[in-house]
């Protein structure tokens, strides 16, 4: 097989030799990805400082609404328990009225502290410019704090209502109630209410320290917070508390409610958003809570974009530099790794074909610059034609499914539930007598071809010829929950492929050729079994002489001068699921056997 080595060039390198030449050129790569690693590490802690920022700015916000909101909460909850506990006795309005007033005084951001009892009857305290007003009124008649009072009865602990705007009041307000119950009676409700107006005054002195703005959106159109509504906002009243985005006429908002497409990696990232609000570009932070009532609350701040895109132009700078190194870099490398791979990749796509057993397709391998890559060419040359004599030999489509099984295939045999077929030329003997060598192996040859089709398209394997004869089975290698059947349909094809071929024999002159067939279904030995220098994966077991058995007796029970005579057992024809369509032969005792088994012709 020398002739397949191929032909040496006058010099050869080695590929130690030639990864030494392009060290320099990785070392120029390493300096790259080195690159590399600082511009992505300089992103990380830009994002990261960007992200601290947006998170510290909205983390102030809040604060500063918690700042303002939670003295309303903590006396809530204090007058709750008091009167829980019976340390305050809700019935007795005056003594109840004192501290509603003391509450009221002790937090100026508070503007009312009321309690409704579930008589319909309500203490009501209220600021006012000389002190704290106190107030008993008879609520029976007024359907919206009827409609309150219901509401909290439905509620347990601390939670937070609807913005309102009462006819009595000339600000908007939020409220915040509190379910009195004791030992379980439900004795009323437990309101406080705070002005809007204010928080707006708050929220803005925090953000003009960050050189910004901060605002609140109240659901999904209205605003609850803005610079705007600090000195009131005219207009409002008891069906609309609250201004809309439109009516404050804030570009940013507007803006940041335009539907947009898919938010980008670094709004994600860091929080921070970009929008252009009549022709500048601002940077916004808002995140959303429902802390503070069914409906949510949109808290943000922004400011000019410019610091922060200052700090994202040097990132890109730096970016651009090292792009270009690394482009450079990647262009030397794909020449150099494009010459070095294009034979090893010749050779795995070769190796491949073989793994696939498709040995015709293979071609041969040339010779290369380098050493060790012409001695791999060399010896995968003289491999392909080894296997190509060895394929002539083993069933490719076997040792197909051995490979596709890995190392279970070559382990211990196993006993498994398989389907066995034996076929037989009527009267071979004879007819070989008056054949040629040459002409009994052409014979042979085209006989095996035309039966081997319909087995191997229903998935079986030819474990052997033998003489005339085929043996073949179905379920194994691989499972097959269907071999029954499987082996049933390749016969009725082999009978149909015999017909068509005796046609032909009869139109020119020659004689007929007529088969028998058997089949058994039943348990066999699998595996690998052989001396150590010569195995085959075969079958054995009674299953396999029976199958044998029932096709000799096609003799017996076969139609006179029928192409193909089927004979099959009863455990084939029930595993198939044809008993109904085959013909019942009878019970025979088969030789080697002590029971009779029924038999169905096919």
């Known amino acids: ?50 992200r601290d920022k947006s998170e510290s700015t909205i ?81 029976s008649k007024m359907p919206v704090i009827r409609e309150a009072l219901e509401a909290a009865r439905q509620k347990s602990g601390l939670f937070w209502g609807e913005v309102v705007r009462p006819e009595t009041a000339d600000t908007t307000l ?50 609850l917070a803005h610079p705007r509504l600090i000195e009131g906002f005219p207009g409002l009243d008891r069906k609309q508390p609250l201004p809309t985005v439109a009516q404050i006429a804030d570009p940013v908002i507007q803006s940041l409610l335009r539907p947009t497409e898919q938010q980008s990696r670094f709004a994600r990232e860091t929080g921070i958003r970009f929008v252009n609000a009549g022709g500048a570009e601002v940077a916004v932070l808002s995140r959303r809570i429902t802390r503070y009532g069914e409906i949510p609350w949109t808290v943000g701040v922004y400011f000019p974009a410019a610091s922060v895109r200052d700090e994202l132009a040097r990132l890109q700078w730096a970016a651009v530099a090292g792009i270009a190194v690394l482009v450079v870099s990647l262009v030397v490398a794909y020449g150099y790794a494009r010459y070095l791979s294009t034979p090893l990749k010749r050779l795995a796509d070769a190796a491949r074909q073989v793994r696939d057993l498709s040995l015709a397709g293979v071609q041969r391998l040339p010779a290369s610059l ?10 995968f040359n003289s491999m392909v034609v080894g296997l190509r004599w060895f394929e002539t030999y083993v069933p490719r489509k076997l040792v197909q499914r051995l490979v596709q099984q890995g190392d279970a295939a070559i382990r211990a045999s196993v006993s498994r539930v398989a389907t066995v077929m034996f076929t037989d030329i009527v ?41 005339d004869a085929i043996m073949a089975f179905w379920g194994a290698p691989e499972a097959q929950p269907d071999h029954a059947a499987r082996a049933c349909r390749a016969a009725l094809a082999m009978r149909e492929a015999i017909r068509a071929d005796n046609a032909e024999r009869r139109a020119t002159g020659k004689a007929p050729v007529r088969v028998r067939v058997g089949l058994h279904t039943g348990e066999v030995v699998v595996g690998n079994i052989g001396a150590p220098g010569r195995i085959n994966y075969t079958i054995v077991g009674d299953t396999v002489n029976t199958a044998n058995r029932l ?18 057992s009863g455990a084939t024809a029930r595993a198939a699921g044809i008993v109904s369509r085959a013909r019942p032969a009878g019970a025979f005792h088969l030789r080697g056997r002590q029971d009779e088994i029924d038999v169905y012709a096919l």
Do not use: C
């Not at 380098?370 to 010896?379: C, G, L, N, P, Y």
């Not at 009267?427 to 070989?432: D, K, R």
């Open 551 to 568: 096709e000799q007796l096609g003799k017996e029970i076969g139609v006179p001068d029928a192409d193909v005579t089927i004979a099959l």
């Open 174 to 223: 939020i409220n915040v109630r509190y379910p009195v119950r004791r030992d379980g009676r439900y004795l009323g409700v437990l309101a406080a209410t705070v002005r809007v107006d204010r928080l707006s005054a708050l929220l803005d002195a925090a953000a003009r320290t960050l050189g910004g703005r901060a605002f609140v959106l109240y659901g999904a159109d209205l605003v």
């Open 370 to 379: 380098f050493r060790e890559i012409s001695d791999a060419a060399h010896a």
């Open 1 to 50: 097989m020398d002739d397949q080595a191929p032909a040496k060039p006058s010099f050869q390198a080695r590929i130690a030799n030639a990864l030494l030449v392009g060290f320099g050129g990785l070392v120029f790569l390493a300096v790259a990805a080195v690159l590399a690693l600082g511009l992505w590490s300089g992103r990380e802690n830009t994002f990261s400082l960007l």
């Open 59 to 139: 983390t102030l916000i809040l604060a500063r609404i918690d700042q303002y909101l939670a003295p309303a909460e903590h006396q809530l909850i204090h007058l709750g328990r008091q009167m829980e506990s019976g340390r305050i006795n809700p019935s007795r309005d005056q003594d109840l009225g004192r501290h509603l007033s003391g509450a009221l005084a002790a937090t100026p951001h508070v503007r009312s502290v009321v309690f409704i009892h579930e008589s319909a009857r309500m203490v009501f305290a209220l600021r006012s410019e000389d002190g704290v007003d106190l107030q008993i009124v008879d609520v």
């Open 427 to 467: 009267g071979f003997t004879g007819q070989s007598e008056t054949m040629t060598a040459p002409e009994t192996a052409a014979f042979l040859n085209e006989h095996f071809a035309l039966l081997s089709g319909p087995i191997e398209a229903e998935g079986g394997t030819i474990d052997k010829f033998i003489g």
